[in-house]
């Protein structure tokens, strides 16, 4: 509930400093004289912005398993999904959340996610190539890591900066528009063909540029998820876990709305760098040994 309301709060925060701010730059009178109003842009940039991730964040959960044609443990039926279970219970008890969903997918990667609106209402599902590819200590440390993730709240702090941006991009990429008919195009007789060809243009520009953002944010978010792993269940398991994503590396087969949740991710170099969703797993080892990451696990 804390966090719905942060979540809903940020919200109105950001469109109070937007237009605050359009005020005092005289964007208000550029938007006026062409045509539009600055308060119903930026509740229609509220809306769609964050109204679009609010809603994927509730249906994350859904989604996740109907894409990945998860199947839930409800009763375990051999001794490999006990322990999956009473693994996900124990450490799910030491992070003080509730117990999570334990669901096994049909994937040949090692891999693993969570995901779900809410710390005590998740989602924690590992492929077929975790259990087959992997020791239990292993993957002891791999389901930490997903539990880390969820008791730090990850999956709604991640759609709140995904909310900001989109909030900005969709408001800046308008007076921008706005700008260019009025001024460039000498429209006077409100929204024109440049208004739009503009505002569409500059959209997918901000929001390349944007996603930078998040996905720093989601690199951050995996070392502090592994610092909790090595919390949970040892920082030797958490080593050797991520060692055996290095050497048996595939890539993610998990639909692109769940890849940021997974343990593994693409890895690549230069400008390309800045989009990864998961840092190098030499850095994340790197880190671990080093201790640099610090405590990983937020216990409420």
Request: zero cysteines; glycine letters at 8%.
């Amino acid at each position: 509930m804390k966090r719905v309301f942060l979540f809903l709060a940020t919200n109105l925060a950001i469109v109070l400093v937007l237009s605050i701010t359009a005020r005092i730059l005289g964007v208000d009178r550029i938007l006026t004289q062409n045509g539009l109003n600055l308060s119903a842009l930026l509740v229609f940039a509220a809306l769609f912005g964050f109204g679009g991730s609010f809603i994927s964040l509730m249906l994350s959960k859904w989604m996740a398993k109907m894409s990945t044609r998860a199947r839930v443990i409800t009763q375990p039926a051999n001794a490999v999904e006990q322990w999956l279970v009473d693994t996900v219970r124990r450490q799910a008890q030491q992070a003080k959340i509730g117990m999570p969903e334990v669901a096994i997918y049909d994937a040949p990667e090692i891999n693993a996610f969570a995901t779900g609106a809410n710390r005590n209402n998740a989602l924690v599902a590992v492929s077929t190539g975790l259990l087959n590819g992997m020791t239990r200590e292993e993957a002891e440390a791999v389901l930490a890591h997903e539990v880390s993730h969820v008791a730090n709240g990850d999956m709604i702090t991640l759609a709140l900066i995904q909310g900001v941006v989109n909030t900005f991009v969709i408001f800046i990429a308008r007076v921008i528009g706005s700008f260019v008919d009025r001024v460039i195009f000498k429209n006077e007789q409100g929204p024109g063909i440049g208004y739009y060809v503009t505002s569409i243009a500059a959209e997918i520009v901000l929001a390349v540029l944007a996603s930078i953002i998040v996905m720093w944010f989601s690199r951050q978010r995996e070392f502090r998820a592994d610092a909790g792993g090595a919390q949970l269940a040892g920082r030797d398991k958490m080593i050797a876990a991520l060692q055996r994503l290095k050497a048996n590396y595939e890539p993610s087969t998990l639909p692109e709305a769940t890849k940021a949740f997974g343990i593994s991710g693409k890895t690549t170099g230069g400008l390309a760098r800045l989009f990864m969703s998961h840092p190098p797993l030499d850095e994340r080892i790197e880190a671990l040994r080093a201790g640099s990451v610090g405590s990983g696990l937020r216990v409420a």
